[in-house]
């Protein structure tokens, strides 16, 4: 541990700086950056996060020296604000604050106008005496909710320092907060204070260092708050980061109408639009308008109110972009008519916005495309959002026209959603849990409600502005978002929603648009995309969306990936739709067909399970010619999908049970089919049974105990490509793969049988080419024993999900009923289904590649499982050296952009 725990900023002074993210917290960093940029800051100090993990390790003790670094730090604070903490005459007020390495929005605790007691509020009154009290009236709420911890006992309570200002309201007839006079607000301070000790026991401290030792402490306990741990394995945020805590001179946004606060983006951080966007209250703390309470005024308007401090914060806000080279989000107080910046930080943005940023900061010659793709890497899944759907337009006109639009709200998060309501998360939960969607409503979120919304398609709030929690969150999480929608009249109590003289209830359908803000009651179809539509489309619609900003910015990105990508990107494709869709999302390749998808079409299931239940080679090479004819025209259709792309057909691998017939009248029907007595069937069914179908018949040891039915598949291909390559003239290229190969014997019969029927059947149409074979590598034993696996294979294709299932002995169909807790507990980082197990699953991919290209120079190495549209595995298999991916069509752009990004960080 460094024995320096205390860094200063302001006055000219800067002991940090905006590499020190890992010890000062992005926050702190930043502040430091930006104090030595000359940038207008009030001085402060950070506590860095090492001090975080001494407190949760030394039982919430500090280390010994940081009470005379913090008193330091404070007298420095002092000389250079003109003002003493804990001085009636001169007072300095702080504000406590958290700030990790990565930002996690309202998760963490702050405590604001700290330093401030009966004697002390005396001293500001001289200034503004409504503004004195209202800070001390803050400064008690706040301080008695996250230090003294008086929250609601009951969920259904409302919050109890909002039930006593909604007495003194009613008491002095008036329904605003700012209608409260200054004796109200004292009248506030007294019954806060005295509801703290009733239900707390404990008297509110009125030394000002007493304060901030327990507003520090609350802040570095924070981090283990349930709402953060809850954020942090959402955002995969490693535990032992900690917080630091950022302590700064106050600077009042609340003084009067000279006076104002707001927050804002170097670019919008919905569509990526350019130019400063954002949001302003006057006479205002910071906190009320993050927290949604009052709807703010765009930031256009105070270019009108305050020209000056307009144009001094716009140059401001260019130049930290400048100095980032990024979109920036800021927070701004103005006091008195001067200009305080208080925060800045990469701004968190949609996928659209994503996209855009990054294409128009090259376009501006701000950064290089290889810069563009790499600061996308928090955003590798943007390009989902921009395949995500619309709502239908014919749906919409009716929706219209049947007078259904219930009201408007601000577009907070893209994308369309339709759902049922919730007005809480719990029920949000309850009802994604049961398979429903879920439209989450609350008149304004708190970080309480993060549950609520990951499980939700869309959120709704009745307050708050773009940059409230709601709409930040939302954002973050690829969650459609309306927020501040005003006319919305919620009724918790009685579960129902009201506005535009139209009710809703909980349960009901509604449907959000979060690119227009509005709100429509019932359902309403979405659609395709504008970038799907200019993808896929055809007519003029389809010729308008590809001239769209968005899908420009889209292709323009994933040019530049292409350029710097060095993995080869393959699709899982089994249809010629899937193919032909894959090569437009930028396939060079079928990395796997699986054909036992091939067979569950139309009357093919009946022969399939014919073969499957064949009690003799005669009945099953019945059975096999019924399919042959098949097996031949899907696969040319395959072929002539992917013109001259390689095509990886793998031979059969079905778990048997997923075909056999479960019902009484599918066992009639096939016995009938079959010509056989149904109970001598049912009886052949019980027989295969199996107690472990996932590690039973199947794979390569269906081929060697049942050879017919990997050459009947053999045969299909080699006719089609033959066919193919004769009557459409496409040179097509068919790689035939072995799944489930755990011995080199297994490989080395089947390469065997497949050669010579291969060698057969060429010679019988009078053509030569090569059809390269290799295998599936996905068990334990097939990667460490891969050295004599690779001298009968021509490729490697590691199929991480079986991998995955055989490492760990983690079902693959079961393990979704614990590994939420797993996760929850920390014990594993992600889902390994999801995302590659580097440690171990990726350990044997690392043996599996070395050895077999230690004995088979020429070997190609691919991944099919479904980590490859992954893109942290993606980065991984980048850098263990594989030469391919294989993933699902519609994740190639992701994968497309995740390989170029790992190629450009983690140069060969
Ligand atoms: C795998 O196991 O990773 C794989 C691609 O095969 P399947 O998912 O079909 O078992
Ligand atoms: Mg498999």
Not at 130 to 142: K, L
Not at 304 to 330: C, F, G, T
Not at 635 to 645: H, P, S, T, V
Not at 695 to 715: D, S, W
Request: hydrophobic share 40%; charged share 25%.
């Amino acid at each position: 541990m460094t024995a320096k725990y205390v860094y200063r900023f302001g006055g000219g002074e800067s002991e940090g700086s905006a590499d020190m993210k890992d010890l000062l917290g992005g926050k702190g960093a930043n502040l430091a950056e930006m104090a030595k940029l000359g940038i207008p800051v009030p001085a402060g100090f950070t506590i860095t996060t090492e001090v975080c993990t001494h407190y949760d390790q030394n039982d919430k003790t500090y280390p010994d020296a940081l009470q005379a670094d913090v008193q330091a730090a404070i007298t420095h604070m002092e000389e250079v604000m003109g003002r003493r903490f804990g001085d009636p005459e001169k007072p300095l007020l702080l504000s406590v604050r958290s700030g990790a390495r990565a930002s996690m929005p309202g998760m963490m605790d702050t405590v604001l106008n700290l330093g401030i007691n009966d004697e002390i509020v005396r001293g500001l009154e001289a200034a503004n005496p409504r503004a004195a009290w209202d800070c001390y009236r803050r400064f008690v709420q706040m301080y008695g909710d996250v230090v003294m911890d008086l929250k609601p006992v009951l969920k259904t309570e409302m919050d109890p320092f909002e039930a006593i200002i909604e007495d003194v309201k009613r008491e002095q007839g008036v329904t605003q907060d700012v209608d409260l006079r200054v004796e109200d607000l004292m009248e506030l301070v007294q019954r806060f204070k005295a509801r703290i000790e009733e239900r707390t026991g404990k008297i509110f401290p009125d030394d000002p260092h007493e304060q901030l030792w327990g507003a520090i402490s609350a802040v570095f306990g924070s981090w283990q708050n349930d709402r953060a741990k809850v954020y942090r394995r959402i955002n995969k945020i490693p535990e032992h980061w900690g917080t630091a805590v950022n302590v700064q001179a106050m600077v009042f946004g609340n003084m009067g109408d000279d006076c104002a606060t707001g927050v804002g983006f170097s670019r919008n951080p919905a569509n990526g639009a350019g130019g400063l966007y954002g949001e302003y209250l006057v006479n205002a703390q910071g906190e009320d308008v993050v927290a949604g309470t009052r709807t703010p005024q765009p930031l256009s308007k105070l270019r009108d109110a305050m020209p000056e401090l307009y144009s001094q914060l716009d140059n401001i806000v260019r130049k930290l972009e400048d100095h980032y080279r990024d979109m920036q989000d800021i927070e701004f107080t103005i006091e008195h008519g001067r200009l305080w910046m208080l925060q800045t930080r990469n701004g968190k943005r949609t996928g659209f916005a994503a996209c855009q940023i990054a294409v128009d900061m090259v376009e501006e010659g701000k950064v290089e495309p290889a810069d563009a793709l790499t600061r996308l890497v928090p955003d590798a899944n943007a390009l989902d959002q921009l395949l995500k759907p619309v709502f239908d337009p014919e749906s919409i006109n009716k929706a219209k026209t049947e007078g259904r639009l219930m009201a408007k709200g601000l577009a907070a998060g893209p994308g369309a959603a339709s759902g049922k309501i919730a007005f809480n998360a719990e029920d949000a939960v309850a009802m994604a849990a049961k398979g429903e969607p879920v439209v989450l409503v609350r008149v304004e979120t708190s970080p309480e409600d993060i549950r609520g919304m990951e499980a939700s398609q869309g959120i709704l709030t009745a307050r708050g502005g773009q940059t409230s929690h709601a709409a930040l969150v939302a954002r973050q999480m690829g969650k459609v978002c309306v927020a501040g929608c005003s006319d919305l009249v919620v009724d918790y109590a009685r579960g129902k929603m009201t506005a535009g003289g139209m009710t809703v209830k909980a349960g009901d359908y509604l449907s959000i648009d979060g690119f227009t803000g509005e709100v429509f009651t019932d359902r309403v179809k979405v659609m395709p995309s504008e970038v799907k539509q200019a993808l896929f489309g055809n007519g003029e619609a389809a010729e308008q969306a590809r001239q769209s900003h968005t899908f420009l910015a889209f292709q323009r990105l994933l040019e530049w990936a292409d350029q710097h990508r060095t993995l080869g990107v393959r699709a899982n494709a089994d249809q010629p739709d899937q193919a032909a869709e894959a090569v437009v999302y930028g396939a060079e390749g079928i990395g796997l067909c699986r054909t036992e998808h091939m067979f569950f079409g139309g009357d093919r299931i009946m022969a399939v399970r014919e073969m499957i239940v064949a009690t003799d080679h005669f009945g099953r090479e019945h059975a096999l010619e019924k399919l042959l004819p098949y097996q031949r025209d899907d696969f040319a259709a395959l072929f002539k999908a992917m013109g001259i792309r390689p095509v990886t057909i793998r031979l059969l691998d079905p778990p048997l049970h997923e075909f056999l017939p479960h019902s009484k009248i599918d066992v009639l029907h096939l016995a009938k089919s079959m010509h056989v007595d149904p109970e001598v069937l049912s009886q052949k069914l019980r027989s295969l049974r199996e107690f472990n179908p996932m590690l039973g018949h199947r794979g390569c040891r269906l081929g060697i105990t049942y050879p017919e039915i990997y050459m009947m598949q053999v045969r299909a291909i080699v006719e089609a490509a033959i066919h193919v390559r004769k009557h459409d003239n496409i040179d097509c290229l068919p790689e035939i793969m072995i799944p489930l190969v755990c011995h080199r014997k297994e490989l080395a019969i089947l390469r065997h049988q497949a050669e010579d029927l291969i060698a057969e059947t060429m010679a019988a149409a009078g053509v030569q080419f090569k059809i390269p074979i290799g295998t599936m590598i996905e068990l334990p034993r097939a990667a460490l024993t891969a050295d004599s696996i690779a001298t009968d294979a021509d490729f490697f294709s590691f199929g991480t999900n079986d991998l995955t299932q055989t490492v760990f002995g983690l079902s693959r169909d079961d393990s979704g009923r614990f590994l939420p807790d797993y996760l929850e507990q920390g014990i594993l980082p992600d889902d390994p289904f999801v995302s590659i197990d580097q440690e171990g699953v990726g350990a044997l991919v690392k043996i599996g590649m070395q050895q077999g290209r230690k004995a088979n120079p020429t070997l190609k190495v691919g991944i099919c499982g479904e980590h490859g549209g992954d893109p942290q595995s993606v980065h991984f298999f980048h850098k263990t050296g594989l030469n391919y991916i294989s993933c699902s069509p519609p994740r190639l752009p992701v994968a497309r952009l995740a390989a170029a990004q790992a190629a450009i960080l983690y140069p060969a």
